[in-house]
């Protein structure tokens, strides 16, 4: 690492939105690589609550998983509350089931181009993927091997970041028509969560009220009431010990048989061998099965694989 390098990356501020865990993983992997490389590193999760840490930066890091084609309309709030820096180098890392394919491709641009207007250099950017917890699950084999490759894509992105390599894509006029569609979400986002119901079987436990990243749930006479701020990160059905939530409408978003990264985490590694070619089969896995089979964007981590 240059001195100049070493100067911009000496206190990284990680900036991450979750809702079902898989960008905090990649985050939280993110922050032993880049302590590993010798920075001083800042974690901001965005989330209710939970206030930005205080000090300068000389690097930002903004992780996020993908909701319809953009960062989701809570990073976008971030943004456009952040005061005018003097030009900050960033990266922006998003992250999806499905990979770097279409309609994720423009996924970054509106993010960008806010962070821009508030004088930050966004100088690198990339996609990692991470188990589905959209629709269609991801198979567990597959599911697996996304997560032991993680640290080894991150490893590589911090490296770059230390020789100054500048990263950046340029998606079609398709594609950013699709990212400006799914804008569209955030209003469907808050019907759908309007439209969550709550079975008999409820406990009144108030997990999914301190998990929601939004604050958007509160518990009246121990039942939990769902406000108008839904962003359809699907943390509190996924997540509740009783199964007591169940959604209204849109209930074909949910895998059936639910979503938790730590059961993922827990069949790392995978022992049985692994064709990703034949497991990765069809359109719907051509982003996954690319981003598996690709052994460029990998460097031996500095760090213990988590």
């Not at 032993?32 to 930066?57: C, D, K, T």
């Not at 490296?159 to 594609?175: A, D």
Request: charged fraction near 20%.
């Amino acid at each position: 690492m240059n001195t100049n390098e070493k100067k911009k990356l000496a206190i990284v501020r990680i900036v991450y939105f979750s809702g079902t865990g898989c960008a905090a993983h990649v985050a939280e992997t993110f922050k032993l690589e880049f302590e590993a490389a010798g920075s001083l590193v800042q974690m901001h999760e965005l989330r209710h609550g939970i206030p930005a840490p205080e000090g300068e930066y000389t690097f930002l890091l903004l992780c996020f998983a993908v909701h319809a084609c953009n960062a989701p309309h809570p990073v976008m709030q971030w943004a456009e509350s952040l005061p005018s820096v003097p030009h900050i180098p960033a990266a922006v890392i998003s992250v999806s089931g499905g990979g770097e394919v279409t309609p994720n491709l423009a996924c970054r641009v509106a993010i960008k181009r806010r962070l821009a207007k508030k004088g930050f250099d966004v100088e690198y950017e990339k996609m990692l993927t991470m188990p589905s917890n959209w629709i269609v699950s991801t198979k567990p084999s597959l599911a697996a091997r996304l997560l032991e490759v993680l640290p080894q894509k991150v490893a590589f992105i911090v490296r770059e970041l230390t020789v100054g390599t500048r990263r950046k894509t340029f998606p079609g006029v398709g594609n950013r028509l699709l990212s400006l569609l799914g804008r569209c979400e955030t209003s469907g986002a808050k019907e759908f969560g309007k439209k969550i119901r709550v079975r008999d079987t409820c406990t009144g436990c108030g997990l999914c009220a301190r998990r929601c990243p939004v604050g958007n749930i509160a518990l009246h006479e121990r039942k939990p009431i769902f406000g108008t701020h839904c962003i359809m990160c699907l943390n509190c059905l996924y997540h509740c010990p009783q199964k007591s939530l169940y959604p209204g409408i849109g209930k074909f978003i949910l895998i059936p048989e639910g979503f938790d990264l730590k059961n993922i985490q827990a069949t790392v590694p995978w022992i049985a061998p692994l064709d990703v070619k034949t497991e990765a089969r069809g359109w719907l896995w051509l982003g996954v099965k690319r981003y598996l089979l690709d052994s460029t964007d990998m460097a031996e981590s500095r760090t213990k694989k988590i």
